[in-house]
């Protein structure tokens, strides 16, 4: 089993910034794909931005350019560094993790959630 905790989230002001965090830790050695999803209301859950244990990511295309993903290996930890936010990035943040790119579609290790609030 994984067990992935966030910090980072809460309430901001359109054009702000927040920074997500996500640590992990129990089963770490079969996890080669960390990231996040969100999940607004009345939406389904989608894949925000995850990153590979040799560096490569992957974005949804409502977040290039202003959100950033990075991974401390060392501290089992990601970052997701969200600038120029939108009142429609408001939604609980989830930390996730996987084995594989499929396990990531279908069924990745989840985190708490956090929420995000993005004020007009």
């Known amino acids: 089993q994984v067990q992935l905790v966030e910090s980072g989230g809460g309430l901001v002001q359109a054009g702000g910034s927040l920074r997500l965090s996500c640590a992990a830790s129990?089963?770490?050695?079969?996890?080669?794909?960390m990231g996040w999803y969100r999940q607004a209301p009345g939406k389904q859950r989608e894949s925000v931005a995850r990153i590979g244990s040799g560096g490569t990511t992957n974005y949804a295309d409502s977040v290039k350019g202003r959100f950033t993903i990075s991974r401390d290996n060392a501290k089992n930890t990601v970052y997701l560094q969200m600038n120029s936010l939108k009142p429609e990035d408001t939604a609980v943040y989830y930390c996730?993790?996987?084995?594989?790119?499929?396990?990531?579609?279908?069924?990745?290790?989840w985190g708490q959630g956090t929420q995000v609030t993005v004020s007009s």
């Open positions: 129990g089963s770490i050695f079969s996890i080669n794909y």
């Open positions: 996730a993790a996987a084995r594989s790119p499929t396990n990531w579609g279908i069924a990745p290790y």
